[in-house]
């Protein structure tokens, strides 16, 4: 029988309660987003036409900088990963 690992226990703990918190909170903002965007007033129209019109003409060259940020972390963070696994 393997031992009882205090840090792993933790570890599972926090991500179960991290994964129901972050569930719950992304499933009521989309509900309200989609409460906020349905029906047919006309200003409810005219919002989700400008929100489809600025989501269309996002321009990914004035995030270049962000983007390449989050990849060159994620890409740093796969190799310790596999470095990690292989220790």
Known sequence: M???????FFRMTL??????YTSLTLSSALRRLYLLFSGDDPQKEMLRVYVSYQLLTIHASRMRGDLLHI?????ALV???RLHALV
């Not at 991500?15 to 129901?20: K, W």
């Open 2 to 8: 393997p031992e009882f690992d205090l840090f792993n």
């Open 15 to 20: 991500c179960v309660f991290l994964a129901i």
């Open 71 to 75: 990849v060159f972390w994620l890409a």
């Open 79 to 81: 190799i310790l990963w």
